[in-house]
């Protein structure tokens, strides 16, 4: 059964596996290690184009940061339709394939813009948020959900979904709300810090 489980599940362990390890990275005792190190990647990235756009005129910095809740609220719109659909909660009267796969098209939009926006800002702030824990949350948060929707949730998803068991679809369900939620929380956190 033991040898079963990793022939069955061979993507959820492998999402399973990288958080595993992102999480002994984190609490292991080697991120002490490295942390030190990327304080002058940080200080670079402040450096950069992005970094001195985003710390000397503001007005980009809104722009971008403009830009990026828009992204945010595509990307959460998709989430909360997609799920919602897979849960029986919303769009109930159109068909669940086809609210998944345009919902995951218009997702991919959000991310990309959520992540290139996402980077310029960082620059533009890259010394305080090096300090910040609640940072390096978000990141474990945003990695754990790209995992999640593109190794499990796409995969398992992209099969007929009435042949699955509906407990699974529901349960891929709440965890990709509940991950999304997490990474939108973290994000909104680094604002109130520091």
Not at 16 to 32: K, N, P, R, S, W
Not at 113 to 126: D, E, K, Q, R, S
Not at 174 to 183: C, G, N, P, Q, T
Request: proline fraction near 3%; include cysteine.
């Amino acid at each position: 059964m033991f040898v079963s489980m990793f022939t069955s599940y061979p993507r959820t362990l492998v999402v399973v596996a990288a958080l595993v390890m992102m999480l002994v990275l984190i609490y292991g005792g080697i991120t002490e290690a490295v942390y030190p190190m990327l304080l002058s990647v940080f200080e670079w990235l402040e450096t950069t184009w992005f970094g001195v756009i985003g710390k000397t005129w503001g007005a980009a910095f809104a722009f971008v940061e403009a830009v990026h809740l828009l992204g945010l609220a595509l990307l959460g719109g998709c989430v909360l339709a997609g799920d919602g659909r897979l849960l029986g909660l919303v769009l109930t009267d159109v068909p669940v394939n086809t609210v998944v796969e345009r919902t995951h098209r218009v997702f991919v939009y959000g991310l990309v813009i959520c992540l290139a926006t996402g980077i310029f800002m960082a620059c533009g702030v890259a010394t305080k948020i090096y300090y910040l824990s609640v940072y390096w949350f978000k990141m474990l948060a945003l990695s754990a959900g790209i995992l999640f929707h593109f190794q499990i949730r796409k995969p398992l998803l992209s099969h007929d979904i009435h042949a699955l068991n509906p407990v699974v679809v529901k349960m891929v369900g709440v965890a990709s709300i509940l991950v999304w939620f997490m990474v939108a929380a973290t994000g909104r956190w680094i604002g109130f810090s520091g």
